[in-house]
């Protein structure tokens, strides 16, 4: 945080004005006195950055009312200037909590090395108390085998070493957050702060005061100067969750930090310029907001240099039962819970659910079967609560579990079944629902007939996709189906 308001505490003349004048300089508002009642009766009226307190004056020692400054809840730091510099001085009066501690005379470098010190301090005392009020989220991982989460990961990859600014799109429950902790993360802002925003909780009259931050007395209530998240998140990056959500008054101050990269803090006149790496998620269609009128359009733009798109689970659905098998872990370590496993029917109902909240969603119905099931040590799809919900399939019948090859224990280990053979279920069911009518079960399943047919003749080699794939299905319907144009492919099982 910028050090903005200094009062300096000498009683020699010429040091206090010197000392005044480069302060100035560096364009802080400074108060110069020259006892110790003046300074008490200044830090009663008004808050200061950063005090440089001489350890003699006429009317008292410094140190001992740097005792009384460490008693205040809003104390500013103390720099002691002294004199008469020994060791034994120093120690005395380092024990007594002063930010630091300089020997006259001293020169203009010293002052700005001491400057720079108490910026850096604030700042990273203001975002570690903002962190540690906001919280941490330990679900910081992005999760998935998928081709798609892949193809994402490899994108954040090339993306994270830049500057650029990112659009993070998609469905609520995507993982957007985990995606721009991801840029964070791997880029080399890492080891500053990421500062989240999130405007859709914030309320209206009180959003640009948080992007922003105010001075004392800007608005009721506003008892004391407070940095922005803007301010926190400098040489870090922000997070501008749910950005659509945010008034139009505000999207325009917002542009003039993104293109300007500095900003005036609610009541205030300073300039105050900021190194921020800008991330911000959505759950609508920006370009739709653009043209009702909801969202600037020049706004848009600048955010969209770089866009993601977080695709839904229902696009990868390889993802579903690797994601169920994590969650299962997490839910238990949790809630004190032995570990539980899930029934060959919660896998296949899990697999054909439609997921409309996505992975929040997915790991809600986990934790919340690992709850109605702590009892038992499998858990059914009754735990699940997703039985007779639209999207979901009813539970596929499953063959016995084969037995793994045995080691060197005897005990046979029961096999989760494969996505191949999860697949062939979900085919088979969705014949047996449509008589083995193959145009209707191709629809049911979002493909084509021609896929179906292909599909099949990979089961024929077994005796239950033989005499499936062989029955009441005429050869006109197959044809029809051939010829009819083709559903487009968004749903299939892989």
């Given at each position: 945080m910028?050090i903005?308001k200094i009062?300096?505490v000498?009683?020699?003349l010429?040091?206090r004005r010197s000392?005044?004048a480069q ?6 508002e ?12 200044a830090?009663?009226k008004?808050t ?8 003699r004056l006429?009317d008292g020692e ?5 005792k009384e400054?460490?008693?205040?809840p809003q104390?500013p730091l ?5 004199g008469f510099?020994?060791?034994?001085s120093?120690v005395d009066?380092?024990?007594n909590g ?5 020997i ?14 108490a910026?850096d301090?604030?700042h990273?005392l203001s975002?570690?108390q ?13 999760l998935g085998?998928s081709p ?5 990961r ?5 993306i ?5 600014t ?6 609520s429950?995507?993982?957007?957050e985990?995606v721009a902790?991801?840029?964070h ?14 405007c859709?909780?914030?309320p ?6 948080e ?5 004392k007395g ?8 407070r940095?922005g ?5 400098n ?6 969750d749910?950005i659509?959500e ?5 999207q325009?101050k917002?542009?003039?930090?993104l293109?300007?990269r500095e900003?005036e ?6 300039t ?9 998620t959505?759950?609508r269609r920006?370009e739709?907001?653009?043209?009702r009128?909801e ?5 848009f733009?600048?955010?969209?240099v770089?866009?993601i798109h ?6 990868r659905r390889?993802?579903?039962l ?22 060959d029917d ?5 697999f ?8 929040r969603e997915l ?10 099931g ?11 609560c ?11 019948p499953?063959?016995?579990p084969?037995?793994a ?6 005990v046979?280990v029961e096999e ?16 047996e629902?449509c008589?083995?009518n193959?145009?209707q079960?191709a629809k049911?399943?979002?493909?084509s ?8 003749n990979?089961?024929?080699?077994s005796s239950?996709?033989g005499?499936t794939?062989?029955?009441?299905c ?5 044809s029809?189906?051939?010829t009819a ?6 749903k299939?099982p892989?």
């Amino acid at each position: 945080m910028p050090i903005e308001k200094i009062i300096v505490v000498e009683d020699d003349l010429i040091i206090r004005r010197s000392l005044e004048a480069q302060l100035r300089h560096r364009r802080c508002e400074v108060l110069a006195v020259s006892t110790l009642a003046a300074a008490k009766e200044a830090l009663g009226k008004d808050t200061f950055d950063l005090v440089f307190l001489d350890v003699r004056l006429p009317d008292g020692e410094g140190t001992d009312w740097l005792k009384e400054l460490n008693q205040r809840p809003q104390r500013p730091l103390v720099v002691i200037m002294t004199g008469f510099g020994s060791v034994e001085s120093a120690v005395d009066c380092m024990r007594n909590g002063p930010f630091d501690y300089l020997i006259k005379p001293f020169s203009e470098n010293q002052i700005d090395i001491v400057l720079k010190k108490a910026e850096d301090f604030t700042h990273i005392l203001s975002v570690n108390q903002f962190l540690s009020k906001e919280g941490s989220d330990h679900r910081s991982e992005l999760l998935g085998r998928s081709p798609a989460i892949e193809r994402l990961r490899q994108l954040i990859r090339q993306i994270a070493r830049t500057q650029a600014t990112v659009l993070i799109q998609g469905e609520s429950g995507t993982g957007k957050e985990l995606v721009a902790r991801a840029l964070h993360e791997e880029s080399p802002r890492a080891s500053a702060p990421l500062i989240k925003v999130n405007c859709a909780a914030i309320p209206e009259n009180l959003i640009e005061s948080e992007f922003f931050g105010h001075e004392k007395g800007a608005f009721t209530g506003a008892l004391n100067k407070r940095e922005g998240r803007f301010e926190l998140a400098n040489g870090g990056t922000i997070l501008l969750d749910e950005i659509s959500e945010i008034s139009p008054a505000v999207q325009a101050k917002l542009l003039r930090v993104l293109q300007e990269r500095e900003l005036e803090r609610v009541g205030g006149s300073r300039t105050i310029k900021v190194d921020v790496r800008v991330i911000a998620t959505t759950n609508r269609r920006l370009e739709q907001s653009v043209e009702r009128k909801e969202f600037r359009e020049d706004l848009f733009f600048r955010l969209n240099v770089v866009p993601i798109h977080v695709p839904p689970l229902r696009e990868r659905r390889e993802d579903i039962l690797f994601l169920a098998d994590q969650f299962l872990v997490w839910a238990a370590r949790k809630h004190g819970c032995a570990a539980q496993r899930l029934s060959d029917d919660c896998w296949g109902i899990l697999f054909g659910h439609n997921w409309p909240g996505n992975v929040r969603e997915l790991q809600n119905v986990i934790e919340r079967a690992v709850i109605l099931g702590a009892d038992s040590p499998l858990i059914e799809p009754a735990h699940l609560c997703l039985t007779g919900m639209p999207g979901s399939l009813p539970a596929v019948p499953q063959p016995a579990p084969a037995a793994a090859p045995q080691a060197a224990s005897p005990v046979a280990v029961e096999e989760l079944p494969t996505l191949a053979e999860l697949e062939k279920r979900h085919i088979l069911v969705a014949l047996e629902r449509c008589r083995n009518n193959r145009t209707q079960a191709a629809k049911i399943l979002d493909i084509s007939v021609r896929t179906l047919r292909n599909k099949l003749n990979e089961y024929q080699g077994s005796s239950d996709a033989g005499q499936t794939a062989g029955t009441d299905c005429s050869p006109g319907e197959e044809s029809e189906g051939d010829t009819a144009p083709k559903p487009r492919r968004l749903k299939q099982p892989v």
